[in-house]
């Protein structure tokens, strides 16, 4: 069994990768930003016995992921995996969302994981084995309106992540990242309102997609069941798409020209709520409301 540092294990995708892991019976170090404010998971645990130990950890702080890696590795002498999964992931076009959303995603989402990688790597390097897994999005390989500070830092952690695994493949450390679609879970639910002066009214389009594709009420344990099986090496990929909307997403950008998937932007309401359905999203009733 395997020792497992997991970030942002306060809801959704993180506790459903800390419960999972902990339940196949691997030693599972679960770390979130403030332990107080989300005591669901340790309570899991007691009442199960699960083999989790709960720690903080904000993944924008080098003394913060420093002080928490120092304690497993105190704990366990060793971190076999790690799942960057800490994120946020705030909506708005470039030129209305705040500069300070940009630089507090990329702060998160890229440079957060950043810092958990190059903790674990000494170690892992040094035993000639060991596991990186991260959770990016579709977000990373496609480029939605409305959607910018994600996508970048989606598509920087991918560049990112794939460059690793270049550098340490050789040396018995695995990289992998994970592209879930919609998942429903909590994150969604912190989007800030459209707001009712903007000059991209088309805005509603992206949240309309967000809301009627969680209504297929994807679960967050279908991200954990590919995390545990990138983990225990069953399964290999470096890119790992999940959920309903996942491949169907990948293969439509991948079918498109760089030029045509700009254009689509522009389509008409009714060819782009067609499209839509053709996704498994019904967007219509979400098109009535500003969400």
Wanted: charge should be negative; include cysteine.
């Amino acid at each position: 069994m395997s020792t497992i540092l997991i970030t942002g294990c306060s809801t959704g995708i993180g506790f459903a990768i800390a419960e999972l892991m902990a339940r196949a019976g691997h030693t599972v170090y679960a770390t979130m930003r403030n332990t107080q404010r989300s005591p669901a998971l340790a309570q899991l645990a007691e009442r199960d016995n699960l083999p989790i130990t709960i720690l903080p950890m904000d993944v924008d702080s080098d003394e913060s992921v420093k002080a928490a890696m120092a304690e497993v590795l105190t704990q366990a002498g060793q971190i076999d995996v790690l799942v960057n999964n800490a994120g946020i992931g705030p909506l708005g076009p470039v030129e209305e969302a705040h500069m300070a959303d940009f630089q507090a995603i990329m702060q998160t989402n890229y440079f957060g994981v950043l810092r958990c990688m190059r903790a674990v790597l000494p170690g892992m390097r040094t035993r000639g084995a060991g596991c990186i897994i991260t959770i990016s999005s579709v977000a990373g390989r496609l480029y939605s309106p409305y959607h910018s500070a994600y996508c970048a830092s989606k598509a920087a952690v991918e560049a990112l992540s794939e460059c690793l695994a270049g550098e340490v493949g050789p040396l018995g450390v695995r990289v992998a990242v994970v592209q879930p679609g919609v998942i429903d879970t909590p994150i969604i639910d912190k989007n800030e309102p459209m707001s009712v002066d903007t000059k991209y009214p088309n805005e509603i389009r992206l949240r309309a997609y967000l809301g009627a594709s969680r209504d297929n009420h994807v679960p967050a344990s279908m991200v954990a069941d590919t995390v545990l099986a990138i983990a225990t090496g069953e399964q290999t990929s470096f890119r790992n798409p999940v959920g309903l909307d996942a491949g169907p997403l990948l293969g439509w950008r991948a079918s498109l020209s760089d030029e045509d998937w700009i254009a689509s932007a522009g389509m008409d309401e009714e060819t782009w709520i067609g499209g839509m359905a053709q996704l498994g999203a019904d967007v219509r009733p979400y098109l009535k409301v500003v969400v």
